[in-house]
């Protein structure tokens, strides 16, 4: 019985497990693809200087290594004369690439200007105040005031914050008309100002990225805004709800790469809430 117990313990340790070495790689965690992708880029950005350059080399190496004498080059161009539609296929090819490669750049998108929404000076709270005014609604126990209280503390709000007026009242009414009123209050006033200091046209809006962590109504906060300016019936609306904070950078990367895709699209405006 020992020596069948070592020879199977022997036999168990020499056993040593599979491995699956047909295993696909994970591309998508893969530094090499990551490098890939920007040689790609990099190859379609430059692909006329790439095509030019070989061209370029060789004319300048003939023109170095090569004697050509003036009999020489008198007979280049007769022959040239002779083939003037292989010359006019070539000149229309190199205008082709040049047409190409210029409308497969994207285009440079610019910050025109923008503009920030502030309220009047009697919105303003302190934080010990808000605790206040959520103490005399009679719905918060001690514990959810406390709460409340450490919450405001640490999301970095100063004492003073602008506050809806909704909640500065007593009892606050946060209800759908105040939370309507508020958007666009807030919107309006911004849209305002920016198409004052760009001196653009609503007209000459053509896409519209409107953004809102909380308050995503029907008829939605981007409708709100083409019925308020009478923007023109082919704009194009883009409401993004419930995202949360991030959703103000998502909007303008979804402006920028609308702006670049359309053509004939000079202006956008992205409303973050």
Request: aromatic share 10%; with cysteine; net charge neutral.
């Amino acid at each position: 019985m020992g020596d069948d117990h070592q020879k199977n313990q022997g036999n168990d340790s020499s056993v040593a497990p599979k491995t699956n070495n047909n295993k696909i790689p994970d591309f998508n965690k893969s530094i090499k693809l990551k490098y890939a992708k920007l040689g790609y880029h990099y190859l379609i950005s430059n692909f006329m200087y790439i095509m030019l350059f070989p061209l370029l080399l060789f004319t300048i190496t003939s023109t170095q290594f090569s004697q050509h004498t003036l009999t020489s080059i008198t007979n280049i161009w007769a022959q040239l004369e002779f083939n003037l539609l292989t010359v006019i296929f070539c000149s229309l090819f190199l205008v082709f690439l040049s047409t190409l490669y210029l409308m497969s750049r994207p285009r440079k998108i610019y910050l025109v200007d923008f503009a920030c929404f502030k309220p009047e000076s009697n919105r303003q709270c302190t934080r010990e105040a808000f605790v206040k005014l959520s103490g005399l609604t009679g719905i918060f126990s001690e514990e959810n005031l406390m709460f409340q209280k450490k919450i405001l503390e640490r999301s970095g709000l100063g004492q003073s914050t602008y506050f809806p007026e909704a909640l500065m009242r007593t009892p606050p009414d946060p209800c759908m008309a105040e939370a309507r009123k508020e958007a666009e209050t807030v919107m309006f006033g911004a849209v305002d100002e920016l198409l004052e200091k760009t001196g653009v046209k609503a007209k000459d809006i053509g896409i519209l990225v409107v953004n809102c962590s909380l308050f995503d109504p029907t008829p939605s906060l981007s409708a709100m805004i083409v019925n308020h300016y009478k923007l023109r019936g082919n704009v194009l609306c883009y409401n993004l709800g419930g995202m949360g904070c991030s959703a103000g950078l998502i909007s303008i990367d979804l402006a920028k790469q609308l702006l670049q895709g359309v053509l004939m699209e000079p202006f956008s405006i992205g409303d973050s809430l």
